[in-house]
């Protein structure tokens, strides 16, 4: 394996063309790697398994996790930020978000946001329904993934990474496909269920489906943070806003499930009645499904040395791909240059 090839010039190959592929794909070349992915389904695809097609995509500081995942959290967002600034294109967009908290935040809630995000600020009683005990307003980021997908694809393929489309089996099958590379990424998301030499069980399929609803009012996010998952997320350059959510785990369902719709409209309108009304006329209306890449215990972000080969897993995102991709991006690209690294030191001996 390797040949005679040196190591910096082997193509880091890449299973999965999602957000968290792309991102990565994306920061290694920039960093002077050659890339390419091997995908099913590729950037500007619409199947319901391709997650990254159908999310929100809001950035809000999750709470409950880890200091390291929220460094992942901030790190894509400095990265967000910037392609809302400088890359119109790319699909980011700053709005103003009002979050509102049933309960005063305990230690760990997603108050660690306020290290990360613009203009934070806590929100007057009077500036929040009076079922809420308090509420913040900050500057967060929106990622449209009809047009971030895109844009992505372009990008990777300007700065001179290839994409194949193919659906493989297993790992092996790449080994095979590629015996000149020494680096593999497996970022297939739910893919990694059935792949034959991963078969990772806890991985399972999580059903979303949102409401979109056209209008001019989308230069608000809204969020409930409390018992109920429920969210205004805007879409600037789509002229709308997407109402959720919801999370069926299990069920794959393509179909249009009205209950769910109503239901979410309603919460929506609740939360954010200057936006939403009671009953939107149906040439408004929209609906978006897509398939959750979730793992129980949350994601997998692992490095293993296989003999000669690097196999960096990062898959099981479930509900939040795009609020950690572009810090995994750093991370993974972090490894690989350590591997590089390693390998030169090895090479040049004592
Ligand atoms: C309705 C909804 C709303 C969401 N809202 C948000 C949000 O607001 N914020 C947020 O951060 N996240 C949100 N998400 C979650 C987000 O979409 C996912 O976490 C993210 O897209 C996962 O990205 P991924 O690259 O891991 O997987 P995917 O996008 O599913 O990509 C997997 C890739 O692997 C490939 N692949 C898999 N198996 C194989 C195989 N055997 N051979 C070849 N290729 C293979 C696929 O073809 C695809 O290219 C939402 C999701 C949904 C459904």
Redesign the pocket.
């Known amino acids: 394996m390797g040949g005679d090839l040196p190591f910096s010039q082997r193509p880091v190959i890449i ?9 990565t794909a994306r920061q290694l070349l920039l960093n002077g790697f050659r890339v390419i ?6 950037p500007g ?1 619409q ?14 500081a999750a709470g409950g996790i880890s200091p390291e995942n929220q460094y992942f959290q901030a790190v894509t967002h400095r990265h967000l930020l910037m392609m809302a600034q400088e890359e119109p294109e790319s699909g980011i967009c700053i709005v103003d978000s009002r979050e509102y908290l049933e309960q005063a935040p305990t230690p760990n809630s997603s108050l660690w946001g306020k290290t990360v995000v613009s203009k934070f600020r806590d929100l007057s009683p009077d500036e929040y329904p009076p079922n809420f005990s308090c509420g913040w307003a900050y500057d967060s980021l ?2 449209d ?1 009809t047009r971030h997908m895109p844009y992505l694809g372009k990008k990777i393929t300007s700065l001179g990474g290839h994409f194949i489309r ?5 790992l092996q099958e790449l080994y095979t496909m590629f015996p000149e590379s020494s680096i593999f990424i497996n ?6 269920k ?2 034959v030499d991963v078969q990772d069980d806890k991985c399972f399929p ?5 409401v979109f609803y056209r209008t001019e009012s989308c230069q608000r996010m809204y969020f409930r943070n409390g018992k109920e998952y429920t ?1 205004v ?1 805007p879409r600037p350059l789509s002229k709308g806003v ?1 109402l ?3 999370k069926q785990r299990d069920n794959v369902s393509p179909e249009v499930d009205m209950d769910i719709a109503r239901d979410e409209i309603a919460r929506a309108h609740r939360l954010a009645p200057d936006i939403v009304p009671e009953t939107p006329k149906d040439d408004d209306l929209g609906y ?7 793992r129980e215990g949350g ?1 997998r972000l692992e490095s293993e040395q296989l003999g000669d080969r690097l196999l960096l897993s ?12 572009y810090g995994v991006a750093d991370a993974l690209t972090k490894i690989v240059e350590k591997a590089e690294r390693d390998n030169v030191i090895a090479q040049a001996g004592p």
């Open positions: 299973l999965g063309a999602g957000i968290i592929g792309c991102a992915l091997v995908a099913e389904y590729l695809d199947n319901i398994f391709y997650a990254s097609a159908w999310a929100g995509a809001a950035w809000h929106v990622t993934p193919k659906r493989v089996e297993s970022a297939s998301g739910l893919g990694s059935t792949l999580e059903r979303g489906q949102n969210y997320i997407v959720g959510g919801s978006i499904i897509g398939i959750r890449p979730s994601f990062a898959y099981g995102f479930g509900g939040g791909g795009y609020a950690f991709s």
